[in-house]
């Protein structure tokens, strides 16, 4: 009996240290599985913030590009209007020596012979002739509306860098990095601002917005998903396309849609396209990176996205979002 019992208790023991050793191990494994879940946080964070700041290097280029047409513009007109000013200064004085000319003849009155009053009757004629040709020329000069027309132009352009940089706040929203209520119809419009240099003189961009409800969320990492798939669409058209950005009010959700006319996803890529540092770019132009972010960005929103796709003909692309208030209106269709 005795001899039961500490078997028994031997064996007790040895399955309690056994319990023991596994609960150890367990909880050495789930410390490690922590660690890592923490490790990959902060890479997918990091990956994000790297992501972010190649949008806005990208961002920066595109913002350079438009910033130099109206500021080259501007500055070219300002040169121009000093030159037309010169040359009317010129007409001006021109037009005073033809006055000064005309009174010469007083002068000339006073102990006149015959003579002089036939030097002074053709000295007459010839200032009438000249006053008339330097007032004419004053009156029918272009210069004055030449250089009404140039300070317009400047500032049209001028008013286009105001616009430039108001948009250019809205899109980085550095300001403000948290969650906030969002019209996704403003935050389209700053995108594609800042991606103009990719689409003007080769795609035609095609507006169908409604006025639909606002979403909540980040607007700086939303903006950063609009441009993303702007850049792609503009990437898949290697020459001349059409990109179609609709916006739309769902139940309790705003659909973004983004529409091209380029080459396509392949079958074999297609279920592919969202997985990190997955890239049918050549090495070195692509990180593999955008469209995963994209994705990431958008569930961290609460929402969801989708392609469509016909080889050689196309992709579109659906980005949903939770709305705050399930309200929609009328579209219109701009180019």
């Given at each position: 009996m005795a001899v039961l019992l500490g078997a028994a208790a031997a064996a007790l023991g040895w399955r309690w240290k056994q319990s023991e050793a596994d609960k150890a191990r367990l909880l050495a494994e789930h410390q490690q599985v922590e660690a890592e879940l923490k490790q990959l946080q902060s890479s997918q964070a990091q990956v994000i913030h790297t992501t972010k700041l190649a949008s806005l290097g990208q961002m920066v280029a595109g913002v350079a590009h438009e910033l130099n047409t109206p500021l080259?513009?501007?500055?070219?007109?300002?040169?121009?209007?000093?030159?037309?000013?010169?040359?009317?200064?010129?007409?001006?004085?021109?037009y005073d020596a033809a006055v000064q000319y005309c009174q010469q003849p007083v002068d000339l009155m006073f102990g006149a012979d015959k003579?002089?009053?036939?030097?002074?009757?053709?000295?007459?004629?010839?200032?009438r002739r000249k006053l008339f040709e330097a007032r004419t020329n004053v009156e029918k000069s272009p210069l004055l509306t030449e250089a009404k027309e140039l300070l317009a132009d400047a500032g049209d352009g001028i008013t286009q860098l105001a616009s430039l940089v108001q948009n250019l706040k809205g899109f980085a929203r550095v300001d403000r990095d948290g969650m906030d209520l969002m019209d996704v119809n403003e935050g389209v419009e700053s995108a594609l601002m800042i991606a103009a240099h990719q689409l003007?003189?080769?795609?035609?961009?095609v507006r169908r917005f409604d006025q639909v409800p606002r979403v909540r969320g980040m607007p700086s990492q939303l903006n950063q998903v609009f441009l993303n798939l702007i850049t792609n669409a503009a990437q898949a058209m290697e020459d001349e396309g059409t990109l179609t950005v609709t916006t739309r009010a769902g139940e309790g959700q705003v659909e973004i849609l983004f529409a091209d006319t380029g080459c396509g996803i392949p079958d074999d890529v297609l279920p592919k396209i969202f997985d990190p540092f997955f890239t049918t770019k050549a090495p070195g132009e692509g990180t593999g990176l955008g469209l995963s972010i994209v994705h990431k960005i958008v569930k961290s929103h609460g929402g969801s996205i989708k392609v469509r796709t016909t080889p050689n003909r196309g992709s579109e692309f659906t980005v949903m979002l939770p709305s705050e208030n399930p309200a929609g209106g009328r579209a219109a269709t701009l180019h």
């Open positions: 080259g513009f501007v500055k070219s007109n300002v040169e121009v209007v000093c030159d037309l000013l010169d040359d009317y200064r010129k007409l001006v004085k021109a003579s002089s009053l036939d030097k002074l009757v053709k000295h007459v004629e010839e200032s003007r003189d080769r795609i035609k961009v």
